[in-house]
């Protein structure tokens, strides 16, 4: 199994510019779960789905921010306009499974390291 | 509210030796999950470890284990046979009652150093 491919691996950008992170969950993993990790803030969940449907943006900082889950094989997180202070990694999540069973966990991908001039 | 702390920001040990990463929580539902995960200086996170709050036995994975004292509300991570790539970064994490465990609570981590 590949595990959770996040792309791009890094990504700068300028202040203003619109800002298109992907992820590709593990087949048959029905949680989707958008994380942003802060040397201020620690990891912070930002969104997540279940079956694609979003189920929880309450992390979602503002209006700025937008996460869709069109089929079951990928995600994008979108950040327009971007600003300085969206720098950060950007982890993307995979789980399966019913909460409290044996073997619950979450798979991370690699993140994407955005840097926003 | 949930809230998880580790309250050692870096931890030293020697190549060999066992080490404990603390981790205390605080919740008032009787259902949860903990879980940690150790991310290296490449960056990814990698799962390590869960315990249920009703398994009465402290999980084990390989060289990892789980010192659960429900009481205590503490849920520390020993490491034995320290390796030198076993350094890195450690999180301890909550799972809100009823989610997946991607709905988790996250502390603020545990810098661990393997020293040869």
């Known amino acids: 199994d590949a595990g959770v491919i996040q792309s791009p691996r890094h990504e700068v950008t300028e202040m203003g510019q619109e800002v298109t992170l992907r992820c590709k969950p593990i087949s048959g993993h029905d949680y989707l779960f958008w994380y942003r990790q802060t040397m201020m803030r620690g990891l912070e969940l930002l969104i997540y789905f279940n079956n694609n449907v979003p189920i929880d943006d309450s992390g979602m900082p503002e209006d700025r921010f937008s996460a869709k889950m069109p089929n079951a094989s990928f995600s994008t997180l979108k950040i327009q306009p971007s600003e300085p202070r969206d720098s950060a990694v950007y982890f993307c999540?995979?789980?399966?499974?019913?909460?409290?069973?044996?073997?619950?966990?979450?798979?991370f991908g690699s993140g994407t390291q955005l840097s926003v001039l | 509210a949930q809230k998880i702390t580790q309250t050692q920001p870096g931890m030293f040990v020697q190549e060999k030796e066992a080490v404990t990463l603390d981790c205390t929580y605080d919740t008032s539902d009787p259902s949860y999950g903990l879980f940690w995960y150790k991310q290296p200086s490449s960056g990814e996170m990698i799962f390590l470890i869960y315990?249920?709050?009703?398994?009465?036995q402290n999980a084990t994975e390989g060289r990892y284990s789980l010192n659960f004292q429900k009481a205590r509300k503490s849920a520390n991570l020993v490491i034995s046979a320290s390796q030198l790539g076993d350094s890195a970064m450690y999180f301890c994490?909550?799972?809100?009652?009823?989610?997946?465990?991607?709905?988790?609570?996250f502390g603020d981590g545990t810098t661990l150093t393997v020293k040869p």
């Open positions: 994490a909550m799972r809100e009652p009823n989610t997946n465990a991607g709905k988790s609570t």
């Open positions: 315990q249920g709050s009703y398994d009465q």
């Open positions: 999540a995979s789980a399966v499974g019913v909460p409290g069973q044996p073997g619950e966990k979450l798979f």
